[in-house]
């Protein structure tokens, strides 16, 4: 189990290296339709790649660590997506208050994915706005099958130490109070 683990930390400090390394520089000399456009390919990619994801999770039942790392891994390429996302709509004016740097943006994403919201970082204008409404939906979703799978794998992991031990469930009998 250390390998997943491991391997998770490796992923995201090395997102969180790339993230910070992206030249917004040629991204914002892009005109506003190429930087929509942009934006809306980003986020169409992790939706396609998010239901791919959840459908395998579904099928096999999250059964596997690898399983459990690819949905930990998605979701640091989920948010670590949002955040450029936000840095760059926040690079135009009333869009955002409280956004200016590409750490301002992570807080901002990792704020509304756990639903805190302390309101110092807000978005203002229409396309803020609605890509806000976007990552809300996706962590619905997202959470939502996350929880599912968590607690498959967690039941599955209590059904498998708790069969063959020859405890106390083993001997209840059919009248369910254990008198016979």
Request: glycine share 12%.
């Amino acid at each position: 189990m250390r390998r997943p683990v491991r391997r998770v930390a490796c992923t995201l400090a090395a997102a969180a290296f790339l993230y910070y390394l992206v030249p917004l520089r040629l991204m914002r000399t892009a005109g506003d339709w190429a930087q929509a456009g942009g934006a809306v390919v980003l986020l169409t990619v992790l939706v396609v790649v998010f239901r791919r994801q959840l459908l395998r999770q579904v099928r096999t039942g999250g059964r596997t660590a690898a399983h459990l790392e690819a949905l930990v891994n998605l979701l640091v390429v989920t948010v670590l997506s949002f955040s450029l996302v936000y840095v760059l709509l926040a690079g135009h004016e009333g869009q955002f208050t409280g956004l200016a740097t590409r750490t301002d943006a992570l807080y901002f994403t990792l704020s509304t994915l756990a639903t805190v919201g302390y309101g110092d970082v807000h978005a203002v204008g229409q396309a803020a706005r609605i890509v806000v409404i976007a990552q809300i939906l996706f962590n619905l979703v997202y959470v939502g099958a996350a929880v599912t799978v968590l607690g498959g794998a967690v039941r599955r992991r209590v059904g498998d130490a708790g069969a063959g031990t020859g405890g106390e469930a083993d001997r209840v009998t059919p009248g369910g109070d254990g008198s016979g």
